[in-house]
């Protein structure tokens, strides 16, 4: 199941850049749960083929993700914004003031991002 979401979230940022070919059989095998049998069928190819094409899209996405980061920077804002709400919800239950210096800092550190 985590390698799924990692290749829906990699399809997610990058797909566009893979070909149309490239992005219909990745979707089907991703998205659409196809086997690699039925997707072999639909497309006139080989399984091995169709194997083969995954293999090498995962390929691809990895290489922009390694070069780009674009996932991996997703993911540090999602969790400071996480953390910039919980500590919005401690300042108003209790006025903690240490909660917006740090609420400061997390929002400076997603602007470098």
Do not use: P
Not at 4 to 20: K, R
Not at 67 to 83: I, S, W
């Amino acid at each position: 199941m985590e390698k799924i979401v990692a290749q829906g979230l990699l399809y997610d940022f990058y797909g566009e850049l893979l070909t149309e070919h490239q992005r219909r059989v990745y979707e089907d095998v991703v998205f659409n749960d196809m086997s690699l049998s039925e997707i072999a069928e639909e497309q006139g190819i080989s399984r091995q083929g169709v194997h083969d094409l995954i293999k090498r899209c995962d390929r691809i996405l990895a290489g922009y993700e390694e070069k780009l980061g674009l996932v991996r920077k997703f993911n540090q804002t999602k969790k400071m914004v996480e953390e910039i709400k919980e500590l919005a919800g401690r300042y108003r239950a209790g006025g903690d003031e240490s909660c917006i210096a740090r609420i400061e800092e997390l929002s400076d550190e997603i602007g470098r991002l």
